[in-house]
T-cell receptor, first 114, second 111 residues
Framework: EPEVTQTPSHQVTQMGQEVILRCVPI?????FYWYRQILGQKVEFLVS????????KSEIFDDQFSVERPDGSNFTLKIRSTKLEDSAMYFC????????????FGPGTRLLVL | RKEVEQDPGPFNVPEGATVAFNCTYS??????FFWYRQDCRKEPKLLMS???SGNEDGRFTAQLNRASQYISLLIRDSKLSDSATYLC????????????FGSGTRLQVQP
């Protein structure tokens, strides 16, 4: 069964550093998403991406965040200058679109900002 | 009012028990509804979509009441492997794809 994959599984970084989180969505899916979950809190939507552009973003997704699909398979989330409060689990998800709205989640990247 | 609200639990039940979880959502225009399960420190995994007519998948039954903005999940004959956090998830607005998650209800099935 096709799955969303994410790398790395864990990332430790210093405050102020840039990080790039990588995702490979399910191959025939058209919509891609990033969510985050701070430890002990609920899953929160960050951004959705379709046809090589952002289609929706939340208030959390400010100027320090960006997304990109650099090639035909990868989907990345960049955090430009990490803050302590960016420490969270970041989940990538994808959906087929075309009326099939179920979103399938990757295993996540646990980001720790020191 | 919270957008998607769930009883956090935990629900501690013996194996074989029937357990029900409830969820309310704030936006009457919400379009799509799901139950996901999340094991500790893992990704949310789709358990089932929830349809207006109600739907069943094996031991799991989901119901939607649009008038009351209420969703339920019933688990019959609980197994130890059902122990997890159950997330009520709603697509709140037409034309948007962002999912809004509840905080989850924790279930612990005991031998």
């Amino acid at each position: 069964e096709p799955e969303v994959t994410q790398t790395p599984s864990h990332q430790v970084t210093q405050m102020g550093q840039e990080v790039i989180l990588r995702c490979v969505p399910i191959s025939n899916h058209l919509y891609f998403y990033w969510y985050r979950q701070i430890l002990g809190q609920k899953v929160e939507f960050l951004v959705s991406f379709y046809n090589n552009e952002i289609s929706e973003k939340s208030e959390i997704f400010d100027d320090q965040f960006s997304v990109e699909r650099p090639d035909g398979s990868n989907f990345t989330l960049k955090i430009r200058s990490t803050k302590l409060e960016d420490s969270a689990m970041y989940f990538c998800a994808s959906s087929k679109g075309l009326g099939q709205e179920t979103q399938y989640f990757g295993p996540g990247t646990r980001l720790l900002v020191l | 009012r919270k957008e998607v609200e769930q009883d956090p639990g935990p629900f501690n039940v013996p194996e074989g028990a029937t357990v029900a979880f409830n969820c309310t959502y704030s936006n009457s225009a919400s379009q799509s509804f799901f139950w996901y399960r999340q094991d500790c420190r893992k990704e949310p995994k789709l358990l089932m979509s929830v349809y207006s007519s109600g739907n069943e998948d094996g031991r799991f039954t989901a119901q939607l009441n649009r008038a009351s903005q209420y969703i339920s999940l019933l688990i019959r004959d609980s197994k130890l492997s059902d122990s997890a956090t159950y997330l009520c998830v709603v697509n709140m607005d037409t034309g948007r794809r962002a999912l809004t998650f509840g905080s989850g209800t924790r279930l612990q099935v005991q031998p």
